[in-house]
Nanobody, 117 residues
Framework: QVQLVESGGGLVQPGGSLRLSCAAS????????MDWYRQAPGKQRELVAS???????NYGDSAKGRFTISRDNAKNTAYLEMNSLKPEDTAVYLC???????????WGQGTQVMVSS
């Protein structure tokens, strides 16, 4: 059974930092592009950051300069380091794994991030 489990969300003050993790079981993340999305109430799901199997990264405009995506294939985990958080970053953050060599795709259940004073 494939599972992606996000963790690390919570309540943080504006300007603070959080590190999200996406731990996979049942698949080797080394063969998957890893994406972080976020979904805020009343808004469309938004791609935050992406990292390919080769380590190439891509960021949405809202994340550039503040967020860093990384992966540790040995730990089968992807990360999203978020700094200088703003209230508008409040959302459920979800990780997604897309197979590079297959058509398989998997989603985690999400972790809530709330930025508020």
């Amino acid at each position: 059974q494939v599972q992606l489990v996000e963790s690390g969300g919570g309540l943080v003050q504006p300007g603070g930092s959080l590190r999200l993790s996406c731990a996979a079981s049942g698949i080797p993340l080394g063969g998957y592009t890893m994406d972080w999305y976020r979904q805020a109430p009343g808004k469309q799901r938004e791609l935050v950051a992406s990292i390919t199997v080769g380590g190439r990264t891509n960021y949405g405009d809202s994340a550039k300069g503040r967020f860093t995506i990384s992966r540790d294939n040995a730990k089968n985990t992807a990360y999203l380091e978020m700094n200088s958080l703003k209230p508008e970053d409040t959302a459920v953050y979800l990780c997604n794994a897309k197979g590079t060599y297959t058509n398989l795709e998997f989603w985690g259940q999400g972790t809530q991030v709330m930025v508020s004073s």
